[in-house]
């Protein structure tokens, strides 16, 4: 439009420059990314391979569900705790994720596979170990291998629709089993006091760990929402407000 051709030409100020496109990671730092994110692809399809095999020789109740986190045990502990490494690159600038969002949902699944289904066997066998590995693995072959495709400057529509669809009954289902999973855990947390400091000591400082567990899903109370509706926020400016953007254009 004329207006927007004058203001681009200057206004009060003089000329302004054009705006730039955020740069992406460099040389180096793709080549990195791109193989941090084959690699992932690969992990959790390990992961959802070996659950579905647990699940097709243990097809009945409570056992389909039970025994899987010692099926899936060391390839889950693997390559989620290699997710750690996306707070790094949000943190370094090589990939623009909030560094706060991306920490406390790598936090979420890390301290659930190492703070409570590690210590706790009453964890293990939670049907919510079946929804967040269900959850998880679905989620995750579709974002990694779309953050594949994207640094290769492929973005297949069905694969970017899936990432930006999918949560809305996956993020739900996964927070479910791992709110499931805490729960089940608090009663031997209780018990047991794994990382229990009482009083008196010399300290003088108390720490529990099950009342930790609890403030662990308290907060999933504000936290949720956000990550959720980022996501909305995401998918509309993406799928949504895109199929708009290319009509007007």
Known sequence: SLKRNIMAAGGKDGPKSPSRPRAGPGPLARSWLVLYNIVLTAGWIAVTYVSLLHVMNNSTPPTVYSGIYDSAEVVLKVFQSLAVLEIVHAALGIVPSNV??????????????????????????????????GAWSITEIIRYSFYTFALLNMKPYVLQWCRYTFFIVLYPIGVTGELLTIYSALTPAAEQKPLTLELPNPYNYSFYYHYFLVVIMLSYIPIFPQLFFHMVHQRRKIIGGGAKQAKKD
């Not at 301290?111 to 929804?131: C, D, I, R, Y």
Request: net charge positive; aromatic share 14%.
């Open 100 to 133: 706060l969002l991306t920490s406390f949902q790598v936090f979420s699944r890390v301290f659930l596979v190492w703070g409570v289904l590690h210590p706790f066997k009453e964890a293990q066998t939670s049907l919510g170990v079946s929804l967040c590995l």
